[in-house]
């Protein structure tokens, strides 16, 4: 049972373009919801991250909307370049030190 | 930005051996975790641990495998012994608190093939 939902599995857009990344959840207790970008080689890194009660956090180019009815929430990426090349992973949990439920992941590919 | 450290980058070993998995976390923080992720599937949870005890395990964490982090030392996954189902990349982590929502930092990984 797969309860962090990611689409696309991989999405290539061109430069300066905004690419949208979809994740959708199934856990009504889930509150606190990171994306972690996550180069070759290395682990996973913090981008941004929301708490259910808000729809919307911005961070220079990066905004994630939230719809806590639809448990539904995107990561767009503004502007988007060359090096934000990444796979970028949607993260649920509950607070605290709560583990992490993670998504497969979508590869986002920047084309110069 | 605060990083964390795991050795070794890749381990082959033969099924049934023992291995264990080293992870240098943040200096400060108190809570460390330790996710596996197989092939084209997601990261998924296999144990947190605080103050030398393990607060959470999943069904991954089978009987086999255990944690520890002795005083000052490495926070460690052992496999033993290994079965051919363990290859995967282990994730480790470390948060500085447990309350509120925490930011975890992730470390490299550790690639392991069991043959």
């Known amino acids: 049972q797969q309860q962090v939902r990611q689409s696309p599995q991989s999405l290539t857009v061109w430069e300066g373009e905004t690419a949208i990344l979809n994740c959708s959840y199934e856990?009504?207790?889930?509150?606190?919801f990171p994306w972690y970008q996550q180069f070759p080689g290395e682990g996973p890194a913090l981008l941004i991250s929301?708490?259910?009660?808000?729809n919307k956090k911005e961070d220079g180019r990066f905004t994630i909307f939230f719809n806590k009815r639809e448990k539904k929430l995107s990561l767009h990426i503004a502007d988007s370049q060359p090096g934000d090349s990444a796979t970028y992973f949607c993260?649920?949990?509950?607070?605290?030190?709560?583990?992490?439920?993670f998504g497969k992941g979508t590869q986002l590919i920047i084309q110069p | 930005g605060p990083k964390v450290l795991q050795i070794p980058s890749h381990q082959i070993i033969d099924m049934g051996q023992m291995v264990t998995l080293n992870c240098d976390p943040v200096?400060?923080?108190?809570?460390f975790y330790w996710y596996k992720q197989i092939l084209g599937q997601q990261m998924e949870f296999l144990v947190n641990?605080?103050?030398?005890?393990?607060?959470?395990k999943s069904k991954l964490f089978k009987d086999q495998f255990s944690v520890e982090r002795p005083d000052g030392s490495y926070f460690t996954l052992k496999i033993q012994p290994t079965a051919l189902e363990d290859s995967a990349v282990y994730f480790c982590?470390?948060?500085?608190?447990?309350?509120?929502?925490?930011?975890?930092?992730f470390g490299p990984g550790t690639r392991l093939t069991v043959l």
């Open positions: 982590a470390s948060s500085l608190w447990g309350y509120n929502y925490a930011e975890q930092f």
């Open positions: 856990n009504s207790a889930f509150d606190y």
């Open positions: 929301i708490l259910s009660v808000s």
């Open positions: 993260a649920a949990n509950t607070g605290g030190a709560d583990r992490l439920t």
């Open positions: 200096s400060n923080h108190l809570y």
């Open positions: 641990f605080y103050n030398g005890k393990v607060m959470e």
